[in-house]
């Protein structure tokens, strides 16, 4: 099994800026894809970044030009820059990865226990 496991969540102001960052536990024999979702009071889960194994990125539209997700392979860990924040950014924000563990293991999905952000106006 992996645990992913986010840290970096916490409270800031209107127009501030954070770091997310999710480590695995462990190394993937294969990783498809690594994002970030987030889930507000009330509301589905909404995909926020996502990166691909060849290294290209896909953004929600409410995000563009504000956050930046990378990754560390070597470290297995992805990254979610987020800048110039606003109050409906507000949400959870958990981190998924679908790969493989081992050659013979099939593909799942996996998710973090998510980091509260709160963006204060």
């Known amino acids: 099994q992996v645990q992913l496991m986010e840290s970096g969540g916490g409270l800031v102001q209107t127009g501030g800026s954070r770091r997310l960052s999710c480590a695995a536990s462990?190394?993937?024999?294969?990783?498809?894809?690594m994002g970030w979702y987030r889930q507000a009071p009330g509301k589905q889960r909404e995909l926020v970044a996502i990166i691909i194994s060849s290294g290209n990125t896909n953004y929600a539209d409410s995000v563009k030009g504000r956050f930046s997700i990378s990754r560390d392979i070597a470290k297995n860990k992805v990254y979610l820059q987020m800048a110039n924040l606003k109050p409906e950014d507000t949400a959870v924000y958990y981190c998924n990865a679908v790969g493989r563990l081992t050659a013979s293991s099939r593909m799942e999905d996996y998710w973090g226990q998510g980091t509260q952000v709160t963006v204060s106006s």
């Open positions: 462990r190394s993937f024999f294969a990783i498809n894809a």
